[in-house]
């Protein structure tokens, strides 16, 4: 399958208030590409295995959110001491391109993303 843009939301920790504050910002975000949405996707990397309940909303709420486990000692290299969840844009070939903390807007996220795809050659 041809790889796609990512709008990633980490948490380091347990994936509380703030960050499924980021997991529905990151699915608006995606909605709001409008037609270039088919070139990204929203996912979420926790570092531990959610709990069944939050495992449920996420199904039920977000059925297209791809899940990945974090890898924590690498995430603490790139990020030291912050337990803070993020917004990651990550492009199709797996690169690290943007990063916002919670409570960044969504239409700068938005704009920024749009930007990507107009100059990018690939996703």
Do not use: F, M
Request: aromatic letters at 6%; glycine letters at 4%.
């Amino acid at each position: 399958t041809e790889k796609s843009w990512q709008l990633l939301v980490s948490a380091p920790e347990e994936c509380v208030e703030e960050c499924q504050q980021l997991v529905y910002l990151a699915r608006q975000i995606h909605i709001g590409l409008g037609r270039e949405a088919s070139r990204a996707q929203h996912a979420l990397a926790l570092a531990n295995p959610p709990s069944s309940e939050l495992s449920e909303q996420l199904l039920k709420e977000y059925p297209q959110l791809q899940r990945y486990p974090l890898d924590v000692k690498a995430y603490q290299q790139v990020l030291p001491n912050n337990t803070a969840p993020q917004l990651w844009i990550v492009d199709p070939l797996g690169n690290l391109v943007l990063r916002y903390p919670t409570g960044a807007s969504g239409k700068d996220i938005l704009l920024d993303l749009r930007q990507l795809l107009k100059i990018s050659n690939i996703g």
